[in-house]
């Protein structure tokens, strides 16, 4: 398969958009992607410091070259890199290890904050706590992510922090949003949430499909431990993908469809 642009061998067939690109012009495309979500809802405006949310996966690690890339050319803009201990056994254990291994080949400098600390229990306790209730582990999980992130953030002297969530992450999130009661998860997190401090979250991965994520950060390079949460599989989130992979596999393009959908909605 060769390159629609300049027939050179192509890494990638974009089946929603009919063309082959080499991994060149895959990178040039992933590249301006993130650009223009970057300045079309300015995320990243002069004198920002941007602290990083690493999950310890193969997107953190993409974003967080990205941004770096972005300082390089930027020196109004300072990064930094903060790694969220959620108390999950084995498993945080694992994405703290891949967060030092990513943010030490990006050579920035990485914090860490534990829901032990800020909420003084870890996320197994507080879903032991709430036992029986038919809870989605990953909405109760990301709304203490958030804070922690926030206030570990702003102690940190960071003005906003860029979440590692590509376009398949948005796409779950949205439709996620139309089917749970967001209370359930917020009877939970509610007394946290409380001291959740103003800071912006921006997402500049956002419109990037997780399979080019991923491609892109293999090609680079970007190493990352691959752990995947115990609570993953068992999430409505998760269900939501897999109904949406096979849409979209018949369909190609039906994600941007959604994020497109939503972003006319929201506009009224
Ligand atoms: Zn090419």
Redesign the pocket.
Known sequence: MQ??????R?VIFRRYEGRA??R??FFDSVDRTVRKTIRMEKQIPRGSHVAVGIYGDGDSALLLYLLCNLSKKRDDLKISAIVVDEGIKRYSKEVIRSAKKISGQAEVALYTVSYRDMFAMTLDEIMRKSKGEDLDRCAVCQSLRFVALGKKACGIGADRVALPVNMDDEVQAIISDYFCDGDDAGAITGQFTKKMPVIQMIKPLSRVLAGEAALYAKLKGLDAVPAECPYTRVSVRWKIKEVMDKLDKRHPGMKFNVVRANARFQKG
Do not use: D, Q, Y
Request: hydrophobic share 20%.
């Open positions: 390159c629609t642009k300049c027939r050179k192509a690109l080499c060149k012009h």
